[in-house]
């Protein structure tokens, strides 16, 4: 391979300018970072003003409450991780909101009459995890399919399987919520890995609590309870597939650049149907979870939680414009959001401040994320997404 | 008479009602380096395009290395050992050297008896630097996305791919568009010495000047249709743009 | 209603227990959490607040933006983390769904008071759940009675009538449902009753949804909006229609809005609840509970004051109109 082309390729490299100064280099790692410190110093803030506030008498910091605001993430985060590949290959979904809630629908239904037929407990839950996972991905395949195939743009396809999904989900359950199921999952939708119980005759229990009543009861914290393993396994995931695979390097590269993707040989289409999948699915589990939380299905449940489960994409560093972000940034989003609600809570303020705070930092992420391009001299990309 | 390496006979590619390429008949050989000239809209990228596998020609062949070929996607192109360097790089900017280098070939590494795969960073991290390092290219860093790169560096990108995988063909499509002077100079270099290597190129240019710095023979299209085929030394500047804006046009003349 | 008034005796009895003993409690702190923001909830707040003054201890409230479990769990497991609530006052968003969460406060050792919307089938001696204090609401069930007795008088007995509602499952706009159904069905079988369409407690899809209703029935005689949200919604869709006075509206919560309609003769009769009265009566409730009373009712079913335009001016009447002082 060496010769003497070699020479005028490297000549031809070394005539243009250097790379950036360490200055700005030293600014570019700190606005990756900025969204950590900010929910650094936003838990500083609370340990110091909740016990403040409330004459010491609540702390923010508890096991109690860490633990609350790992449940409290679970369906924003599940939705942003999906959304997360997505809007790394330039895509949005914004249908996540309404498949959650059929995936709750489905699973609901499927629980409760695979119960009612003689199935045991666990496999009926196994079932309506089936159910809601088979009828999210078939939701993400015809997104995936129409902005592949027929180059539709994603916000206008999402936007209209979105109707499609909510008046599928409203219908199946009847407009109501779906109840009726074995009151049992609710174990398996909040109950926990480890219990401890505080202070006298108190200890650390693994699996299933000792049968507890009254005041020790009360001293009783879950953790680790087990939607937020299953949510923390699905991170995991992501982080291997989005850092470590050919899939994940292809999504960035699809988001980066879609013509050079499409000229290397990149099976573009077929990659774009995967991420719409990906992110019906964890849509799908996110209502499966909160079909077990709840013991009922709910045709409603997701709705509020499409343009947080943005806010948290935004907020942890993906850019809109694709080829950008880490699953890791989306967690730290959620939890700046889960943090936010619970401080303010614990601060006898109203938690609709939160939408106040969470819309500014949202403002704030995306200017980080222009100043930042400005500094590199970001080229402009193209986009298969509006 | 060597065997031409590339081959097209009249090839046709239509996009709705507008003819881009027009029975279009071209050999290339090898060893030497061929312009492709022409003013816009005249049918030059279409028709690389038809060769590199982005587009499928409705009508007409195209013979590389002696056999028919049919290129359904670019992949196809590339495996045969057809390299083409566009206009705009087709570099993913956000995407390190070496990951562009390996742009839909990555290397992997299997697990679980080949159910699981992971990216083999090492190699191609590796790989990329003895190119680079064999190519005398110097970057501050492999690991940096290369949105932060000059023209003519991400040119050198664009080119050590193309020469990574053993390019048995160099398309080009305006490489000294947005460079300096010194660095066209220096792609012209290249362009001669891959020539001299036997790799034949085929450059797409609208810069006369290059044209007859670098090549050997030339062809010009017009509104889909060659018009024109020379030794670049049997032709001058006039000329040319005669043929260009259609002033000019062989095949009319019986 | 003999039974009621024996209930709302002993209540009052125990109730009168509570200043003497409120002192020897010691400071209880208590939680409310209603189920959205709006004119109704906004009262009961009041109410809350005032029995709090009275009685010297502190309330923290939280108000859900928007109606759901999603949104409401959260901020309750948020007001339980904070470990200094001794009770809990709060408006499930669902009957069913709210179980467990509610369940899981009681655990921690919050114990639960529901107002207007209950858990299960609000039966807390002998229905499935049974682990609240009490119930304090309307009998939602009577309150549909008397709208769907109101409604059939204003439109002359017969025509066609139409519900339109919040969320199902949710046991308050439930029973209204239900009340006005048995009614219409039992004692005027020449009314035609359609829906309800649930607007999930958005005023725009309410009005929305009676417009459609009303293009599609021209001979549409009547209205029942079984909420503050629903009536509204409802009643601004018959006076875009231009049928204001001729489609009789019958509105749930006497909203000023809901009011105003009725000065318009777009309203014809307004069901005002009581929600002073169940924020006011659950604090005391809690207060009683903590000094150890255990002869409270688990059932307390606060009555209606029914506006129409006769005895809208009547500062006896009007006191129930649902008003926020400096809105």
């Given at each position: 391979m060496a010769g003497p082309e070699t020479k005028a390729v490297a000549e031809l490299a070394t005539a243009s300018s250097a790379s950036l100064p360490t200055s700005r280099q030293f600014i570019l790692v700190l606005s990756r970072l900025w969204a950590w410190a900010f929910l650094g110093l936003m838990i500083v803030f609370f340990v110091i003003a909740v016990p403040v506030w409330n004459d010491g008498s609540v702390n923010f910091l508890t096991l109690r409450n860490s633990q609350n605001i790992l449940v409290a993430i679970t369906p924003v985060l599940l939705l942003g991780l999906g959304q997360t590949f997505v809007i790394i290959g330039a895509g949005i979904d914004l249908s996540v909101g309404w498949v959650m809630s059929l995936a709750s629908v489905l699973s609901a239904l499927a629980i409760r009459s695979a119960f009612n037929a003689g199935l045991p407990l666990f496999p009926s839950v196994i079932v309506g995890f089936a159910a809601a996972v088979l009828g999210a991905g078939l939701v993400g395949l015809i997104n995936g399919a129409i902005i592949a195939k027929l180059k539709v743009p994603a916000f206008i396809v999402t936007l209209g399987t979105s109707f499609i999904v909510r008046g599928v989900a409203l219908l199946m359950s009847e407009n109501t919520t779906v109840i009726g199921l074995p009151a049992d999952i609710r174990d398996y939708g909040s109950e926990s890995l480890f219990y401890f119980i505080r202070g006298e005759g108190g200890g650390l229990y693994f699996l299933a609590p000792p049968e507890l009543t009254g005041e020790m009861l009360r001293r009783m914290d879950r953790i680790l309870a087990y939607p937020v393993i299953v949510t923390a396994i699905v991170v995991a995931i992501a982080i291997f597939i989005l850092r470590k695979t050919q899939f994940g390097r292809h999504t960035y590269a699809i988001g980066g650049n879609l013509e050079a993707a499409l000229r290397t040989g990149i099976p573009v289409d077929r990659h774009i149907i995967k991420l719409y999948v990906l992110s019906s699915v964890t849509a799908g589990?996110?209502?499966?979870?909160?079909?077990?939380?709840?013991?009922?299905?709910?045709?409603?449940?997701?709705?509020?939680?499409?343009?947080?489960?943005?806010?948290?994409?935004?907020?942890?560093?993906?850019?809109?414009?694709?080829?950008?972000?880490?699953?890791?940034?989306?967690?730290?989003?959620?939890?700046?959001?889960?943090?936010?609600?619970?401080?303010?809570v614990m601060l006898n303020v109203q938690s609709f401040w939160q939408f106040i705070v969470v819309g500014a930092v949202v403002i704030l992420a995306v200017l980080i994320d222009q100043s930042r391009g400005l500094l590199v001299g970001r080229r402009a990309r193209s986009r298969h997404a509006t | 008479m060597t065997a031409p390496i590339l081959s097209i006979r009249n090839m046709t590619k239509r996009f709705g009602g507008l003819t881009a390429v027009n029975s279009v008949n071209w050999d290339i050989y090898p060893g030497e380096v061929v312009g492709l000239l022409g003013d816009n809209g005249a049918g030059k990228s279409t028709l690389i395009k038809c060769v590199s596998g982005v587009h499928q020609a409705e009508e007409g062949e195209i013979y590389f290395e002696g056999r028919l070929s049919q290129f359904a996607r670019p992949m196809d192109a590339r495996r045969q050992g057809i390299e083409t360097i566009y206009q705009d790089l087709a570099l993913a900017n956000n995407l390190d050297v070496g990951a562009n280098i390996f742009l839909g070939r990555e290397e992997k590494k299997l697990y679980v008896g080949g159910l699981i795969h992971t990216l083999d960073e090492q190699k191609m991290l590796n790989?990329?630097?003895?190119?680079?390092?064999?190519?005398?290219?110097?970057?501050?860093?492999?690991?940096?996305?290369?949105?932060?790169?000059?023209?003519?560096?991400?040119?050198?990108?664009?080119?050590?791919?193309?020469?990574?995988?053993?390019?048995?063909?160099?398309?080009?499509?305006?490489?000294?568009?947005?460079?300096?002077?010194?660095?066209?100079?220096k792609v012209l270099e290249l362009i001669r010495r891959l020539r001299d290597k036997g790799v034949p190129v085929i450059l797409i240019t609208h810069t006369l000047p290059d044209v007859f710095a670098v090549s050997d023979r030339l062809m010009v299209m017009h509104r889909g249709r060659k018009v024109t085929e020379k030794k670049t030394s049997e032709t001058d500047t006039q000329e040319l743009v005669q043929y260009m804006v259609g002033a000019l046009d062989d095949t009319k003349v019986q | 209603m003999l039974k009621k008034l024996f209930l709302v005796a002993v209540a009052a009895l125990a109730l009168a227990a509570v200043p003497l003993t409120a002192s020897a409690a010691g400071k209880i702190k208590i939680g409310f959490l209603p189920g959205v923001v709006d004119p109704f909830y906004q009262v009961m707040?009041?109410?809350?607040?005032?029995?709090?003054?009275?009685?010297?201890?502190?309330?923290?409230?939280?108000?859900?933006?928007?109606?759901?479990?999603?949104?409401?769990?959260?901020?309750?497991?948020?007001?339980?983390?904070?470990?200094?609530?001794?009770?809990?006052?709060?408006?499930?968003?669902?009957?069913?769904?709210?179980?467990?969460?509610?369940?899981?406060?009681?655990?921690?050792?919050?114990?639960?008071?529901?107002?207007?919307?209950?858990?299960?089938?609000?039966?807390?001696?002998?229905?499935?759940?049974?682990?609240?204090?009490?119930?304090?609401?309307?009998?939602?069930?009577?309150?549909?009675?008397?709208?769907?007795?109101?409604?059939?008088?204003?439109?002359?007995?017969?025509?066609?009538?139409?519900?339109?509602?919040?969320?199902?499952?949710?046991?308050?706009?439930?029973?209204?449902?239900?009340?006005?159904?048995?009614?219409?069905?039992?004692?005027?079988?020449?009314?035609?009753?359609?829906?309800?369409?649930?607007?999930?407690?958005?005023?725009?899809?309410?009005?929305?949804?009676?417009?459609?209703?009303?293009?599609?029935?021209?001979?549409?005689?009547?209205?029942?909006?079984?909420?503050?949200?629903?009536?509204?919604?409802?009643?601004?869709?018959?006076?875009?229609?231009?049928?204001?006075?001729?489609?009789?509206?019958?509105?749930?919560?006497?909203?000023?809005?809901?009011?105003?309609?009725?000065?318009?003769?777009?309203?014809?009769?307004?069901?005002?609840?009581?929600?002073?009265?169940?924020?006011?009566?659950?604090?005391?409730?809690?207060?009683?509970?903590?000094?150890?009373?255990?002869?409270?009712?688990?059932?307390?079913?606060?009555?209606?004051?029914?506006?129409?335009?006769?005895?809208?001016k009547d500062p006896e009447i009007a006191r129930f109109i649902y008003q926020v002082p400096g809105q």
């Open positions: 589990i996110a209502g499966f979870l909160s079909t077990l939380r709840f013991t009922a299905g709910s045709a409603v449940i997701g709705d509020p939680l499409l343009l947080s489960s943005i806010a948290a994409v935004i907020i942890g560093g993906v850019s809109l414009f694709g080829g950008a972000g880490t699953v890791m940034g989306t967690v730290i989003g959620a939890l700046i959001i889960a943090v936010l609600t619970t401080g303010l | 790989e990329a630097k003895a190119t680079l390092e064999s190519l005398e290219i110097h970057f501050p860093s492999l690991t940096q996305p290369i949105e932060s790169l000059s023209g003519g560096q991400r040119q050198a990108v664009a080119i050590a791919r193309a020469i990574y995988w053993d390019a048995r063909l160099m398309i080009m499509d305006e490489p000294t568009n947005n460079l300096g002077v010194t660095e066209q100079r | 707040q009041l109410g809350v607040e005032a029995a709090a003054k009275d009685l010297g201890l502190e309330v923290v409230t939280q108000v859900p933006a928007t109606w759901g479990v999603e949104v409401q769990t959260p901020i309750l497991d948020a007001m339980i983390a904070r470990g200094d609530l001794n009770y809990l006052i709060t408006a499930p968003t669902d009957k069913d769904q709210m179980i467990g969460p509610l369940k899981a406060a009681l655990d921690s050792g919050v114990k639960v008071i529901t107002v207007d919307t209950f858990l299960g089938d609000g039966n807390y001696v002998t229905g499935p759940v049974t682990f609240p204090i009490s119930y304090i609401g309307s009998d939602n069930v009577e309150g549909g009675r008397i709208s769907a007795r109101g409604l059939a008088k204003a439109i002359g007995g017969k025509g066609t009538v139409y519900i339109n509602s919040t969320n199902p499952n949710v046991s308050s706009v439930e029973g209204r449902e239900q009340g006005f159904a048995e009614v219409m069905a039992k004692e005027f079988p020449d009314i035609k009753v359609l829906g309800p369409d649930y607007n999930l407690d958005d005023m725009n899809k309410a009005a929305q949804q009676t417009a459609a209703v009303l293009e599609q029935n021209p001979d549409l005689a009547g209205v029942f909006g079984t909420n503050v949200f629903s009536a509204q919604g409802a009643g601004t869709a018959v006076v875009n229609a231009g049928l204001g006075g001729h489609v009789q509206v019958v509105a749930y919560d006497a909203t000023k809005a809901a009011i105003e309609l009725m000065g318009k003769g777009v309203v014809s009769l307004v069901l005002a609840q009581k929600p002073y009265d169940m924020g006011y009566m659950a604090v005391q409730f809690a207060v009683a509970d903590a000094a150890g009373v255990t002869s409270l009712p688990r059932r307390v079913e606060t009555g209606f004051a029914i506006i129409d335009k006769d005895n809208v």
